[in-house]
């Protein structure tokens, strides 16, 4: 049977993809290992995966069956607001994949692409990604597609419940969050998402060499693995496996300038500011860096790297309050840790703890994490002095609550009695 339909069919082409001189052939698919699986429903909760563990299952097998279940449709893939590496990678892999059965696929997110290296990624290797206005038909997909998050890290999620799109997969090395359920469900403690993408291609789509278009998913799903892994310094046995498949058809001169970005003066300004503000207590690093425009939230988490190079600190958090006009005010916050002992998902849930629909304000994977607070009613820009006062109250807030979490100061009550103040004594 024909798999040689376009993922790019009937959509419109970006300028940066007009410029590819032939349109390459689609990645290669070994028909066989479909017949081995047995085609999941679309609906109910995970109906294939079972919960005997990845070492007893083939994810890929899945992967193809659910896939080869809705060919001709066309889904969403849903990545986090703030795109890193790891979701474009592996959104462009999923992407490929999908388009060997006839699938077209849109990469959507609803944030900002502000990381220079990110910005660069998308740019050399000419991937196509639509940021969400209103004015997109939610409706025209039949499923939604979460990769590199399960649906915490993006305000899409309820723009696609609302709109009837029903989660088909979900592919992710984060911890299991539990928000969403979706036919097919890949979520491994790996280096990266990537990683698996890289897996499933080994297996089943395998690369060419001479083909554009799989140098450049190669090259992208490498530098993925290399900086969820830290360079590879945190990277697993399936992690080094991956980038030993994908070393083959990587362009190296495309990795080497996406790696030697600049980082931009805004970004170097936070990286300053949070370095100034910094307190350290127990070797956990925590800066408040105030009000960040909503264009530089990228700098956040590197500001919270940055500070985990000083001696002596193990953990550092960063945060501050992202602003945007006409949009909600939210903090945003990274955490990034080299103590082996500390779990970042477990470390911030517990600090934080959830907001009033019992969803978690935080969450994370080995050795990082983020958390994300709405401002609330108190939302908008006022005078100088008003909004100095509430960046002050919100910085101490977040500053206790991971006080207290690291034990520095004790958790005191919120709830007690306030005691009516002592009416004075008239003169004698």
């Known amino acids: 049977m024909s798999r040689e339909k376009s993922a790019a069919a ?13 349109e390459p052939a689609p990645l290669s698919l070994v028909p066989a290992p479909v017949m081995e699986v047995e085609p999941p429903r679309r609906e109910g909760k995970e109906s294939i995966n079972g919960t005997s ?17 809705c060919r001709g449709e066309r889904h969403i893939v849903a990545i986090q607001n703030f795109p890193d590496p790891d979701a474009i990678a592996s959104a462009l892999a999923h992407q490929m994949i999908a388009a060997t059965f006839g699938i077209t696929v849109d990469i959507v997110y609803d944030g900002f692409i502000s990381h220079q290296e990110n910005l660069a990624l998308v740019q050399l290797l000419q991937i196509e990604l639509l940021h969400y206005d209103p004015t997109i038909d939610l409706k025209q997909y039949r499923a939604s597609i979460f990769i590199d998050n399960q649906g915490t890290t ?10 009837g799109v029903k989660p088909l997969v979900i ?19 790996v280096g990266a998402t990537a990683t698996i993408y890289a897996e499933y291609l080994r297996d089943a789509f395998p690369l060419e060499k001479n083909n554009p278009q799989h140098v450049r998913l190669a090259t992208a799903l ?28 990587v362009d190296a001169s495309l990795l080497s300038e996406i790696l030697n970005v600049k980082r931009s003066k805004r970004a170097i300004d936070i990286i300053n500011l949070a370095l100034e503000k910094r307190i350290v207590r127990d070797n956990y690093s925590i800066a408040g860096v105030g009000y960040v425009r909503y264009e530089d939230r990228d700098a956040i988490p590197q500001a919270a790297d940055f500070l985990l190079t000083e001696e002596n600190i193990h953990t550092a958090v960063v945060y501050g ?8 005010e939210v903090i945003i916050g990274s955490l990034r840790t080299s103590k082996v002992t500390l779990n970042p998902d477990q470390f911030l849930k517990s600090a934080l703890g959830r907001d009033a629909s019992g969803n978690y304000y935080g969450g994370g994977k080995h050795e990082a994490g983020g958390f994300e607070i709405p401002i609330g009613f ?9 909004m100095r006062s509430k960046w002050k109250i919100y910085d101490a807030m977040v500053k206790r609550k991971l006080l207290e979490k690291i034990g520095v100061i004790e958790n005191q009550s919120t709830t007690a009695v306030i005691r009516q103040p002592v009416p004075e004594r008239p003169d004698e």
């Open 10 to 22: 009937g959509r419109e082409k970006t300028a940066a993809a007009e410029k590819v001189e032939a």
């Open 53 to 69: 563990g990845y070492h007893e299952r083939r994810p890929v097998l899945e992967l193809i069956a659910t896939l080869d279940a």
């Open 154 to 163: 993006t305000t899409l999620t309820s723009k696609l419940r609302e709109a």
């Open 171 to 189: 592919v992710d090395h984060h911890e299991r969050q539990g928000l969403i359920d979706a036919v097919f469900t890949d979520i491994r403690k």
């Open 222 to 249: 490498m530098h993925a693995i290399r900086t969820e892994t830290n360079g590879m310094i945190r990277a697993r046995e399936c992690d080094f496996q991956a980038a030993g498949y994908l070393s083959q058809f």
């Open 321 to 328: 309050i992202i602003t945007k006009e006409g949009e909600r």
């Open 378 to 386: 108190l939302s908008g820009t006022y005078d100088e002095d008003f």
